[in-house]
């Protein structure tokens, strides 16, 4: 079975920190992907990664930046954590070159609550 | 708006009947996918649907596409309790590059 981690379940951040969200997947998957979930909205995509040190905007990027150094890790920055980025933010991967053409396979979310 | 849009938004049904949810959405696309999420997880692939097939079937769920009207079905038959969840449809858009645009999702009950 596909794993895909989140480093944390919840976190608590104040304004202006620094905060990095780690995701961790097992299964050799060349992409990556960072969305973030909020009511109403569904889940909107921040950045993705075709492969190590690739990384590609999504339609929300502003904020965020993203680190990918090894295949199996993709990380997302808060340069300076916002109360506006309080959100659910989900990693996803999926096998192939070209992204979204496979299944994406989910890791449990972080729910991150901005103070 | 978003890409792909559910209906109903939300849906409470008994154990054993049918709950039936709509995606339609506005762009060609390559594939439509549909996925769950129990309360406060992550999501789960149901079923993929590329834009020439019409209809596909999982076990319990069966999937339309009509490419004519830019919309898809999901079908849940003798719904569960642990059918309980949100169900979000996922396109594929050749226009936003092979990206995939997930909707609001439809939260299903089903009460036992």
């Known amino acids: 079975d596909v794993k895909v981690t989140q480093s944390s379940r919840y976190l608590v951040k104040r304004t202006g920190e620094k905060v990095f969200l780690e995701c961790v997947q097992d299964m050799d998957h060349e992409n990556m992907f960072w969305y973030r979930q909020d009511p109403g909205l569904g889940l909107r995509l921040i950045y993705f990664?075709?492969?190590?040190?690739?990384?590609e905007k999504g339609d929300i990027p502003e904020g965020y930046s993203v680190s990918r150094e090894k295949k199996e890790r993709f990380s997302l920055i808060l340069e300076s954590a916002s109360t506006n980025q309080t959100s659910m933010y989900l990693c996803?991967?999926?096998?192939?070159?070209?992204?979204?053409?496979?299944?994406?396979?989910f890791g449990p979310g972080t729910r991150l609550l901005v103070l | 708006s978003q890409q792909g849009e559910e209906d109903p938004q939300a849906l409470s049904i008994q154990e054993g009947e049918n709950a039936t949810m709509n995606c339609s959405y506005k762009?060609?696309?390559?594939?439509l996918q549909w996925y769950r999420q129990n309360s406060g997880r992550g999501l789960v692939h149901l079923i993929l649907i590329r834009s020439n097939e019409r209809e596909k079937h999982s076990g319990r769920l069966r999937v339309t596409l009509d490419t004519s009207k830019k919309s898809s079905s999901l079908l849940i038959t003798a719904s569960r309790a642990a059918d309980t969840a949100s169900y979000f449809c996922?396109?594929?858009?050749?226009?936003?590059?092979?990206?995939?645009?997930f909707g609001g999702g439809t939260r299903v009950l089903v009460k036992p």
């Open positions: 762009t060609s696309i390559n594939n």
């Open positions: 996803a991967s999926s096998p192939w070159g070209r992204a979204g053409q496979e299944t994406q396979y």
């Open positions: 996922a396109t594929e858009n050749k226009a936003a590059g092979n990206k995939l645009t």
């Open positions: 990664s075709y492969d190590v040190k690739m990384k």
